[in-house]
Every structure is written in C-alpha cells, then in structure tokens.
C-alpha cells in the first residue's frame, strides 16, 4: 500500500515565526488533503490538494505529483496553530485515505 | 449544508462490555462513510469503510465490527472491548463527486 511520510516529527516555534511541512509519498495518487487535529481532538480539513498550490490566509499547501511531495506553509504563527498537522493520500475512488505519522507543532507565546 | 454527527463524546466502559458508536450524515445521499482510530501516538488507522448500505470492507482483523443499515448511519460496534480497544474513534464521509473528506468530532473511548 501507499506509503506516507511526514516531517519533521515536531516543531516548536515562536510565534510570529515561518514553517513548512513536509509529506512525501510512495505512489501516484489522486487526492491528498492536510488536516489540522486541535487540542480537542478535531480534525480540521486544511486544504484538497492532489496537485498545484492553494492559498487560505497564512496557511498554503502546494502538491508536487510527479515527484511524490506536498509542503504546507505556516506564515507568522501563532498559537492556535498548535496541534498535530497530518497528510493522507489516496487513489481515486472508492480506496480510502492513508495517514502519515503527522508533525507536532507548539507554537510559544 | 452538509453535517456529520457522532456520538457519544466521551465513553468509559468495563472490560468485557459491548460498544455501540453511532455516526450520521445529513444533507448528502449515498456517501462513502469511514471509521479511523487514533491509539495512543498520533497516527489515524482505518478499521471499517462502507461505499453503500450493507457494504462493509474491513481493514483490520480484530474484535470490532461496522454496520451500515441505512444510507446515512454509520455504527461500530464490539460484543465484548478489551483494553486494547481504547482510542480515539473518528467517523468520516466524502462523496463520489468530490474525494475530500470531512470528520467527525470523535469520540474517545476508555477501557477500564
């Protein structure tokens, strides 16, 4: 099956400070999505992005397809961002979405 | 709009009772409907997906089971938890039309 890796493990960063996230992949896939887990356990669906690059105010997202990577930037942090960031990817159809490990981002005030 | 709900929020149950976590979809018909649990760590592990009433695929042999008896509802269930089984139990959805997926608020599970 599809493998997905994610890094770094953790991070921590003082707020106001930039990050990028990483998430390589082991097969061509058809959907790829990053969510954010939040203190409460939530997970909130960050962006859709098998290819290309998205923008959602200080959070972007680009999918490289052909080399198998996607990167998730994190302008100006700040503590809400904390929490776990992860990866999943999969084909298309009916094949469900497989989770990387995720990074564990704290953010200090 | 389209919603998911799970329930319940929080469950603590003795070794050796049965489970039962419902989770429900409203404004989409005919979804793809998912069960994820995240053990201790951080990483989500896919137990059960349905792709239509009656249609279960398993991914992981253990003590669990998932029905699906109307369009819309989704259940896990256990005929008798063990330790192991604690975790955090997420339910998800997609459509056909659009691959994304949309989760639950969870429910964490204790075994005592």
């Known amino acids: 099956g599809i493998q997905v890796e994610q890094s770094p493990p953790d991070l921590i960063l003082q707020e106001g400070a930039n990050s990028t996230l990483r998430c390589n992949f082991s097969?061509?896939?058809?959907?790829l999505q990053w969510f954010h887990q939040n203190p409460w356990g939530q997970l909130i669906n960050l962006f859709y992005?098998?290819?290309g690059t998205k923008q959602n105010g200080r959070l972007s997202a680009t999918t490289v397809a052909t080399e198998r990577y996607s990167l998730l930037y994190i302008s100006s942090s700040q503590t809400t961002d904390s929490g776990v960031y992860f990866c999943?990817?999969?084909?298309?159809?009916?094949?469900?979405?497989?989770f990387g490990k995720g990074t564990r981002l704290s953010v200090i005030a | 709009s389209q919603t998911i709900h799970q329930w319940p929020a929080t469950l603590v149950q003795p070794v050796g009772s049965p489970l039962s976590l419902e989770c429900t979809v409203e404004?989409?018909?005919?979804?793809?409907l998912y069960w994820y649990r995240q053990a201790a760590g951080r990483g989500l592990q896919l137990l059960f997906y349905?792709?239509?009433?009656?249609?279960i695929s398993s991914e992981v042999p253990q003590n669990l089971s998932a029905s699906r008896p109307q369009d819309r509802q989704f259940i896990l269930s256990s005929k008798k938890l063990l330790l192991s089984d604690s975790g955090f139990y997420l339910c998800?959805?997609?459509?056909?039309?659009?691959?994304?997926?949309?989760f639950g608020s969870g429910t964490r599970l204790t075994v005592v």
């Open positions: 992005i098998p290819s």
């Open positions: 097969d061509s896939v058809n959907n």
């Open positions: 998800a959805w997609r459509t056909s039309s659009f691959y994304g997926y949309t």
């Open positions: 349905s792709v239509g009433i009656g249609q």
């Open positions: 999943a990817v999969g084909y298309s159809g009916n094949t469900p979405l497989v």
């Open positions: 404004g989409t018909s005919n979804p793809n």
